[in-house]
């Protein structure tokens, strides 16, 4: 089993719908999580960074966390087309220090 | 203010040869990191160097290594290409150890071919 899991899509949505992704993980000193975009053929963008359990907004992006339940989400409001990307999860704690661990990344087109 | 930037983009070696990829972090970041990411399998973690010292190892064979200099610009060797080891190659800078709350800028990255 992984240590992150994120369902890899596609996920297709049409203009202007809500995004929602997640990812479970299984490692319980995980303590600060993030999700990453990256476009075909480009590194990953951040987007998101948060830490420990709790919401955090910035404009059209909503990220949550669960710790109870080792889940995580980001959800896009009013999707437009420059959305269309890979969404990567990522997160960090522990004896991993700032090693990074990653999900699978979820593949998601906006249809206009 | 210049991200991460790495070079080349692009690399075509072949079996058994050996690949030279560098990166220079954002300015005034100290820590470097280097990912892999082949077709399906993700993101999986290399190397990570602070301050000139590798801190951090992935679970990688040894003929995967590198270097920070001075300057905290880095270079990862892979040595006895395989052709498994096609892939985008990924070099990331934070801040640095120090700090506690560490994000990680990704450069574009070095696409590796082993033909």
């Known amino acids: 089993q992984k240590e992150v899991e994120q369902d890899p899509g596609p996920l297709s949505v049409p203009e202007g719908a809500i995004v929602s992704l997640n990812c479970t993980y299984s490692?319980?000193?995980?303590?600060?999580f993030m999700w990453y975009r990256q476009y075909s053929r480009k590194g990953p963008e951040l987007l998101m960074y948060t830490y420990s359990s709790g919401n955090k907004e910035d404009g059209r992006f909503t990220a949550q966390v669960d710790k109870s339940s080792k889940y995580i989400s980001l959800f896009i409001r009013d999707s437009q087309p420059s959305d269309s990307a890979t969404y990567l999860c990522a997160m960090r704690g522990g004896a991993a220090g700032n090693k990074l661990t990653f999900g699978g990344g979820t593949r998601v087109l906006v249809k206009p | 203010e210049a991200g991460v930037t790495q070079s080349p983009t692009h690399l075509i070696k072949t079996r058994g040869q050996q690949a030279t990829l560098r990166c220079s972090p954002i300015s005034g970041h100290t820590s470097v990191y280097w990912y892999q990411q082949a077709l399906g399998l993700g993101l999986q973690f290399l190397l990570w160097?602070?301050?000139?010292?590798?801190?951090n190892r992935g679970n990688f064979p040894p003929r995967f290594s590198g270097r920070q200099f001075p300057n905290y610009s880095s270079e990862l060797n892979v040595n006895a290409l395989e052709l498994e080891d096609s892939a985008l190659y990924l070099c990331a800078s934070s801040p640095g150890t120090s700090t506690t709350n560490e994000k990680l800028f990704f450069g574009s990255g070095t696409q590796l071919s082993v033909l």
């Open positions: 160097y602070d301050e000139g010292e590798e801190r």
């Open positions: 490692n319980s000193a995980f303590q600060y």
